[in-house]
């Protein structure tokens, strides 16, 4: 399959599941057996996200700082995020504590 | 040229969320040029897909050849939150004239759906409403176009040795922590973390959907366990 299928594919699935319940006339709720799993969807995939992309180096789990800063550069950015819930502020700390932990190590 | 009162209204009340917005379209911009889809096909998942998270995943998914049914579920799975919007919004979206319910689906989005849902609780006209959510989502949208597309213009020219690449985890990771309110989400999150390190030697790229999937059926558990 070539890349601007899958976009394109990606792209019209969005759009129907946002289209999704507006798109039904009569004012239906979301089925109950779905509401549940639907909160845990952002935080499952996001720790997902992070989590391989930060510990995993070459394949394996490294957290030794002079090999893979990233792990402590993401808990510096982590208090920071958790401290101000700002994207900004949690991108600058982490960039600022790896190229800091590169120099140093 | 004037705007709609309540385009107006819509449009500022989303303003202060793009400060997030602007770095993150930089950032997915600057990294997605300089994959293996090339800027061409980074920008237009701006277009088509519209959405920052899955669009960064499918770059990320693409570059590392994962299978295109793996890519297309994994992407699928990270928007099916806006069934939620989809679902919330629908009673006000009802009165609304019927192309307007099939045109504006198109750009929902997370900042528009909560600057909307708020304001809807003080406003009945449905006039309003319809310019409220238009003037928060078309700001929304034309930010999004234009941050990713400065990114993409910059991307393959910034050095490697910055380590931007390193961004998108953080971008991520700010994401996870405003998700994260209650202690079942808490338990989603370390289990679909955890379990997606554990699955990253799986093929196909099947590692990120059994994290998810994981973490989701986690906090289903935990939140029927600590109720």
Redesign the interface.
């Given at each position: 399959?070539s890349?601007?299928?899958?976009?394109?594919?990606?792209?019209i699935?969005?759009?129907l599941?946002?289209?999704?319940?507006?798109?039904?006339?009569s004012?239906?709720?979301?089925p109950e057996w779905?509401?549940?799993?639907?909160?845990?969807?952002?935080?499952?995939?996001?720790?997902?996200?992070?989590?391989?992309?930060?510990?995993?180096h070459d394949?394996s789990?490294v957290v030794s700082p002079s090999v893979n800063p990233?792990v402590l550069?993401?808990l510096i950015?982590?208090l920071v995020?958790?401290r101000t819930?700002?994207?900004?502020a949690?991108?600058v700390a982490?960039?600022a504590a790896?190229?800091l932990l590169?120099a140093v190590f | 040229m004037r705007f709609n009162p309540a385009f107006v209204d819509g449009s500022k009340a989303v303003s202060p969320l793009l400060?997030?917005v602007v770095?993150?379209g930089l950032?997915f911009g600057v990294v997605a040029a300089d994959s293996?889809?090339g800027a061409g096909?980074a920008y237009?998942?701006s277009l088509?897909?519209?959405?920052g998270?899955?669009q960064?995943?499918?770059v990320q998914l693409?570059d590392e050849g994962v299978v295109?049914?793996v890519?297309?579920t994994t992407?699928?799975?990270?928007?099916?939150?806006?069934?939620?919007?989809?679902?919330t919004?629908?009673?006000h979206?009802?009165q609304f004239p019927r192309w307007t319910?099939?045109a504006?689906?198109?750009v929902?989005t997370d900042q528009a759906f909560a600057v909307s849902i708020v304001r809807y609780e003080d406003m009945t006209d449905p006039v309003y409403k319809r310019w409220f959510f238009t003037g928060s989502a078309v700001t929304m949208w034309s930010t999004w176009q234009l941050s990713t597309l400065a990114g993409v213009l910059v991307g393959a020219q910034l050095p490697e040795a910055w380590?931007l690449e390193?961004?998108?985890?953080?971008?991520?990771?700010?994401?996870?922590?405003?998700?994260?309110k209650t202690r079942?989400?808490?338990v989603?999150?370390?289990?679909?973390?955890?379990?997606?390190?554990l699955a990253?030697?799986a093929p196909y790229g099947l590692?990120?959907m059994i994290?998810?999937?994981?973490?989701?059926?986690?906090?289903?558990a935990a939140?029927r366990v600590l109720r």
């Open positions: 399959m890349s601007a299928l899958i976009i394109l594919i990606i792209g699935g969005t759009y599941e946002r289209l999704s319940f507006i798109g039904i006339i004012d239906r709720e979301v779905a509401v549940l799993p639907l909160r845990f969807v952002a935080p499952a995939v996001f720790a997902a996200l992070v989590a391989p992309a930060v510990l995993l394949g789990l990233r550069a993401t950015a982590l995020a958790w819930k700002s994207v900004v949690t991108i982490g960039m790896i190229w590169r | 400060i997030g770095p993150f950032v293996v889809i096909l237009a998942t088509v897909i519209f959405a998270a899955a960064l995943a499918t693409l295109g049914v890519i297309i992407a699928l799975i990270i928007n099916s939150r806006h069934l939620m919007y989809s679902a919004l629908a009673p979206f009802q319910r099939f504006l689906p198109y929902l380590s390193f961004a998108i985890p953080l971008v991520f990771l700010a994401l996870l922590v405003v998700t994260v079942p989400e808490l989603a999150a370390i289990v679909g973390g955890a379990v997606a390190v990253a030697p590692g990120l994290g998810a999937l994981s973490g989701v059926a986690a906090g289903v939140h």
